[in-house]
Structures are given as C-alpha cells and as structure tokens.
C-alpha cells in the first residue's frame, strides 16, 4: 500500500498565495522527500528533510517534519503560475540495500494568474 | 553533470505485441536504478529496481520483466502487452551517496 498520502489531492490558488500541501505516513522513516512534477513531464527533486530534523527551507519552499504524528508539509510562499505542477512526498523508510522511495498520489497545484 | 534518458517518449502498441523501453544514464557509475509505473491520475508505482548489473528486484508481479546488461542501462520488456499495461513509465537512478532519485523524462505506452 501506499506510504504517503497528500492532501488535498488538487489546490487551486491565486498567483501570489502561499500554498499548504500535506503529506501523512504510516511507519518510521530515515527521510521524507518532496517532488514536481509538470504534466506528461519527469518527476524533479524538490527538497529533502530527515527524520531528526523538524523544518527545512528552500528558496520559497518550506517543509516540516513531526514524526509523531508521521506528518510532512509543504509550503510554496508567493506562488507562480510556473508552480501549476503535481506534488508527490515520498518516504525513505530504509532497509539494507534497497534504497526505495515510496511515493503518494500528489496533490495537483493550479495557480491562477 | 548526470543525465538520463529515455526512449521512446511515446509508444502506441496493439494487445499481445512485445515491449521494450530503454533508459540509460550518464556522468555517474554504479547507480541504483528503477522502473515506475504511473496510472493517469495517480502516483508511482515501484515496478523494479537494481542496485548491480544482473542484479533486478521486482516489486509486484505482473506482465513485466526488467534487465540491466550493462552498468548504466536499465531496460523495461514484456513478452505480450496487456490492456492494463498502460501508463507512464518513468526510469529513475540514485547515487551512492546521496537519497533523492533523478527521474527521466518518461515513456507514455497506450495499449490498444
């Protein structure tokens, strides 16, 4: 079964509005990563955050970690219409040379110019 | 810098007629290296991974075989496709020392 599950599963904002997306877990985990992906296009690492780590910025992404509540979220601040992508989270829960991801349906983000 | 690629970008195919996708990487040895599945709508589906030449893990069963002849080239097979086939196929590789995956640009298989 899936690992991660995103929410909501579509978002739609007007140009210049931050935007929340959500990322829930169900076991432990070494890290939580976060990808785009543009329509009919690859999937592009965004940002990754460890398990002892609670929040990471970058550029105007911010992500949060609580591992007890086996929850990540996503924030883009002033969006752009270029941010109209899907986001997928995607759980590292390690295991001897597997190095498997596991990855969420995605939430789509529709920014509106 | 690392690349990777695939091809073809796109494939139309008629039920029962063989497969074969090819991805390779560049700028990187020994990589892991992985084949997705993507349903319209929906996430990534682990199809298999490799971690070696000849070494392949496949995640679920299915009409799908995946090889790996050479250290940077990862190909997807199926002897006869099934309607249920269809989908985005994404190939991804991971370096040794670090966890984030770089995906390729993706091969859109409808079969009809």
């Known amino acids: 079964s899936q690992q991660g599950e995103e929410d909501p599963q579509a978002l739609s904002i007007q140009e210049g509005e931050n935007a929340t997306m959500n990322c829930s877990y169900k076991?432990?985990?070494?890290?939580l990563q976060w990808y785009r992906q543009n329509s009919g296009r690859g999937l592009v690492h965004l940002i990754l955050i460890r398990s002892n780590e609670r929040e990471k910025h970058s550029g105007r992404l911010r992500v949060t970690l609580d591992t007890s509540k086996k929850s990540s979220s996503l924030l883009i601040t002033a969006s752009r219409a270029a941010d109209t992508a899907s986001y997928f989270c995607a759980t590292d829960a390690g295991g001897a040379g597997s190095y498997q991801l596991t990855f969420g349906k995605g939430t789509k983000l529709s920014v509106i110019p | 810098s690392q690349t990777i690629h695939q091809w073809p970008a796109t494939l139309v195919q008629p039920v029962g007629s063989p497969l074969s996708l090819e991805c390779t990487v560049e700028g990187t040895s020994n990589p892991n290296l992985y084949w997705y599945r993507q349903a319209a709508g929906r996430g990534l589906q682990l199809l298999f991974y490799?971690?070696?030449?000849?070494?392949i893990s496949s995640e679920v069963p299915q009409n799908l075989s995946a090889s790996r002849p050479q250290d940077r080239q990862f190909i997807l097979s199926s002897k006869k496709l099934l309607l249920s086939d269809s989908g985005f196929y994404l190939c991804a590789w991971r370096g040794r020392r670090v966890n984030e995956q770089y995906f390729g640009p993706g091969t859109r298989l409808t079969v009809t």
């Open positions: 490799s971690v070696g030449i000849g070494q």
């Open positions: 076991t432990s985990i070494n890290n």
